[in-house]
């Protein structure tokens, strides 16, 4: 009996991180009037992500298609199960560089493996609680990721941007390597795809001045496509490349199909993919709980992180099946869908169906984009994702290990890889907050007399000093801080030799005792009984009180000898000083 009602309770704390809030929304009572709003906020972000959409897939590597169908599919699902009110889910710059390396590494089979099991992972994460956590990865670590990952779509879209001739050449994968081939490359600019990206740079920025309401991107790729095809600009488009014949664009419903047919070729890369896997699971959490806090601050809901992540989950298990990409929570979509009045996921849904419908009633038209006024688009992106100004603002004012940290990780994004960066920068900072924690921890000794402020004594002023005459015989510790593994070396260091008949530890000012903690207080108890030194404990808090309780040292202390304060505890040192003389 008892085992089936642990099992049913484990079933439901599980199911608890998952309540999608268009669920929670039809419970409570959807009127007809939010109905049209969401309705034309989501007609307009479907018309936003339509060139996005087709920007990143090409960036990634992979075809217009495929990042069309990601937004569409994705885009359905998040809005679907999200945990977030208003979050916009598809593909986004900040998988560019991964996706890019996946498919150069693994092919479209391993990028597709590497989705699935990324999905796998968010949907672990979010049923068991882990939405909660994400918030705890340091700013420092998301900003040069963040900043780090803009520089590298930036690199991408040289070839676009200057329109180079490449051939049959690929451009390579890494950064240096990368640079190293555009210089090679130099002579090979057509200076008609700089114009072009120049136009659809300058559409996008001054846009903003006569409307909010049509976005700039979509206006730049309408204006630079008539203008290539009217006046027969040679420069690259999507379905075509300067010298070649066109392809033809034929997008249609996404169809459901297998994303693996041949495990043979993945089977001996299951270590990159996982690995590849894993990246996408951390990015795309990280991502889509940051556009979810944004949604709050701009509209006063609260988001549920878990569910957050499963919906996300779902979506990049479901996506290869139609042959999409990763994605997750779209910041600038999201922020738009509110700015136009969505406040519930209705919206999200009405985008999804908005972007289907225009792939399949005009997505041959997709073939006639100039890949230069896309690269306008992306270049944007990377401005806008880098954040460059707070990037500086931290270089000026920030803390030195702060600024370590973000430096560090900006280059392991944009020189190695994000696999490496964020663990490295997750580590970097854990180590560096450690000290900072170690370098707060302090234990000085009183012997003779104890200068205090009286502020574990309830009965006095809190800001009376005071000096407590400590016994012959006592030494009186006072430690300060969060006793941890950090800290303990420093607390054994200060109690070294400590040779008397009673020691109190005043330990007042010490929030959290983790397990190192507590060792080094047992290795005291043990010098203590050998020596037949008694301990006293003052002013012990709650969390170090349990953990003490649960390994049995309590009892081993002696119950009689945990006082609420200095004030009781030097007393009762007396007393025992005085009986063991008297013996």
């Given at each position: 009996?008892?085992?089936?009602?642990?099992?049913?309770?484990?079933?439901?704390?599980?199911?608890?991180?998952?309540?999608?809030?268009?669920?929670?929304?039809?419970?409570?009572?959807?009127?007809?009037?939010?109905?049209?709003?969401?309705?034309?906020?989501?007609?307009?972000?479907?018309?936003?992500?339509?060139?996005?959409?087709?920007?990143?897939?090409i960036?990634?590597?992979?075809?217009?298609?495929?990042?069309?169908?990601?937004?569409?599919?994705?885009?359905?699902?998040?809005?679907?199960?999200?945990?977030?009110?208003?979050?916009?889910?598809?593909?986004t710059?900040?998988?560019?560089?991964?996706?890019?390396?996946?498919?150069?590494?693994?092919g479209?089979?391993?990028?597709?493996?590497?989705?699935?099991?990324?999905?796998?992972?968010?949907?672990?994460?979010?049923?068991?609680?882990?939405?909660?956590?994400?918030?705890?990865?340091?700013?420092?670590?998301?900003?040069?990721?963040?900043?780090?990952?803009?520089?590298?779509?930036a690199?991408?879209?040289?070839?676009?941007?200057?329109?180079?001739?490449?051939?049959?050449?690929?451009?390579?994968?890494?950064?240096v390597?990368?640079?190293?081939?555009?210089?090679?490359?130099?002579?090979?600019?057509?200076?008609w795809a700089?114009?072009?990206?120049?136009?659809?740079?300058?559409?996008i920025?001054?846009?903003?001045?006569?409307?909010?309401?049509?976005p700039?991107?979509?206006?730049?790729?309408?204006?630079?496509?008539?203008?290539?095809?009217?006046?027969?600009?040679?420069?690259?488009?999507?379905?075509?490349?300067v010298?070649?014949?066109?392809?033809?664009?034929?997008?249609?419903?996404?169809?459901?199909?297998?994303?693996?047919t041949?495990?043979?070729?993945?089977?001996?890369?299951?270590?990159?993919?996982?690995?590849?896997?894993?990246?996408?699971?951390?990015?795309?959490?990280?991502?889509?709980?940051?556009?979810?806090?944004?949604?709050?601050?701009?509209?006063?809901?609260?988001?549920?992180?878990?569910?957050?992540?499963?919906?996300?989950?779902?979506?990049?298990?479901?996506?290869?099946?139609?042959?999409?990409?990763?994605?997750t929570?779209?910041?600038?979509?999201?922020?738009?869908?509110?700015?136009?009045?969505?406040?519930?996921?209705?919206?999200?849904?009405?985008?999804?169906?908005?972007?289907?419908?225009?792939?399949?009633?005009?997505?041959?038209?997709?073939?006639?984009?100039?890949?230069?006024?896309?690269?306008?688009?992306?270049?944007?992106?990377?401005i806008?994702?880098?954040?460059?100004?707070?990037?500086?603002?931290m270089?000026?004012?920030?803390?030195?290990?702060?600024i370590?940290?973000?430096?560090?990780?900006?280059?392991?994004?944009?020189?190695?890889?994000?696999t490496?960066?964020?663990?490295?920068?997750?580590?970097?900072?854990?180590?560096?907050?450690?000290?900072?924690?170690?370098?707060?921890?302090?234990?000085?000794?009183?012997?003779?007399?104890?200068?205090?402020?009286?502020?574990?004594?309830?009965?006095?002023?809190?800001?009376?000093?005071?000096?407590?005459?400590?016994?012959?015989?006592?030494?009186?510790?006072?430690?300060?801080?969060?006793?941890?593994?950090?800290?303990?070396?420093?607390f054994?260091?200060?109690?070294?030799?400590?040779?008397?008949?009673?020691i109190?530890?005043?330990?007042?000012?010490?929030?959290?005792?983790?397990?190192?903690?507590?060792?080094?207080?047992?290795?005291?108890?043990?010098?203590?009984e050998?020596?037949?030194?008694?301990?006293?404990v003052?002013?012990?808090?709650?969390?170090?009180?349990?953990?003490?309780?649960?390994?049995?040292?309590?009892?081993?202390?002696?119950?009689?000898?945990?006082?609420?304060?200095?004030?009781?505890?030097?007393?009762?040192?007396?007393?025992?000083?005085?009986?063991?003389?008297?013996?």
């Amino acid at each position: 009996m008892d085992n089936r009602s642990s099992e049913e309770h484990s079933k439901f704390s599980l199911l608890s991180n998952f309540q999608p809030q268009l669920f929670s929304l039809f419970r409570e009572g959807y009127s007809l009037r939010q109905f049209f709003t969401d309705l034309i906020a989501g007609i307009i972000v479907g018309i936003v992500a339509l060139p996005l959409a087709i920007a990143f897939g090409i960036a990634s590597g992979v075809s217009v298609e495929q990042g069309l169908f990601t937004a569409v599919i994705a885009g359905f699902l998040v809005s679907v199960f999200s945990g977030s009110k208003c979050q916009i889910g598809g593909p986004t710059g900040a998988f560019i560089v991964i996706v890019y390396g996946i498919v150069q590494s693994q092919g479209i089979q391993g990028l597709a493996a590497a989705t699935v099991l990324a999905g796998i992972m968010l949907i672990a994460m979010g049923l068991c609680g882990m939405g909660t956590l994400i918030r705890y990865i340091p700013y420092p670590v998301t900003l040069g990721f963040t900043a780090g990952i803009a520089v590298v779509i930036a690199a991408s879209q040289v070839p676009q941007m200057f329109g180079f001739f490449l051939g049959n050449e690929k451009v390579p994968a890494e950064f240096v390597d990368k640079i190293i081939f555009f210089g090679q490359h130099a002579s090979a600019v057509n200076f008609w795809a700089f114009g072009v990206f120049l136009l659809s740079l300058t559409v996008i920025y001054i846009t903003p001045k006569f409307t909010k309401r049509v976005p700039g991107s979509l206006i730049a790729v309408l204006v630079c496509t008539v203008i290539v095809q009217v006046f027969q600009i040679p420069v690259d488009t999507i379905g075509r490349t300067v010298g070649k014949e066109p392809i033809p664009l034929e997008l249609g419903f996404p169809r459901f199909s297998s994303p693996v047919t041949d495990w043979a070729v993945l089977i001996p890369n299951l270590t990159s993919i996982f690995s590849a896997a894993f990246a996408i699971a951390m990015l795309g959490s990280i991502e889509s709980l940051l556009s979810a806090v944004v949604a709050d601050g701009m509209t006063g809901t609260k988001h549920r992180s878990n569910t957050e992540l499963v919906a996300q989950g779902i979506a990049n298990v479901m996506t290869p099946f139609f042959g999409g990409i990763p994605a997750t929570g779209a910041i600038a979509r999201t922020a738009t869908n509110i700015r136009n009045g969505g406040r519930t996921p209705v919206a999200g849904i009405v985008h999804a169906f908005t972007l289907l419908f225009i792939v399949l009633c005009f997505g041959k038209y997709a073939a006639m984009i100039p890949l230069a006024s896309l690269a306008g688009i992306l270049i944007t992106v990377s401005i806008n994702m880098s954040e460059y100004r707070i990037f500086g603002k931290m270089l000026r004012r920030a803390p030195k290990s702060d600024i370590a940290v973000m430096l560090i990780t900006f280059f392991l994004t944009v020189f190695l890889d994000l696999t490496i960066a964020i663990p490295v920068g997750l580590i970097l900072a854990s180590f560096l907050f450690m000290r900072r924690m170690e370098q707060e921890f302090g234990t000085n000794s009183a012997d003779n007399q104890l200068a205090s402020l009286s502020d574990d004594d309830p009965h006095e002023d809190p800001m009376a000093l005071r000096v407590f005459e400590v016994p012959d015989g006592v030494h009186v510790y006072n430690i300060r801080g969060p006793f941890f593994f950090g800290a303990a070396s420093k607390f054994q260091q200060a109690i070294e030799g400590a040779a008397c008949r009673v020691i109190i530890l005043r330990m007042l000012h010490v929030p959290i005792l983790d397990a190192t903690g507590v060792n080094a207080i047992e290795e005291l108890l043990r010098r203590a009984e050998k020596d037949r030194t008694v301990i006293l404990v003052s002013g012990i808090r709650p969390q170090p009180m349990k953990v003490l309780n649960k390994y049995g040292l309590l009892d081993r202390i002696g119950r009689v000898n945990i006082h609420a304060t200095i004030v009781e505890a030097l007393p009762h040192a007396a007393e025992i000083v005085q009986e063991q003389l008297a013996k």
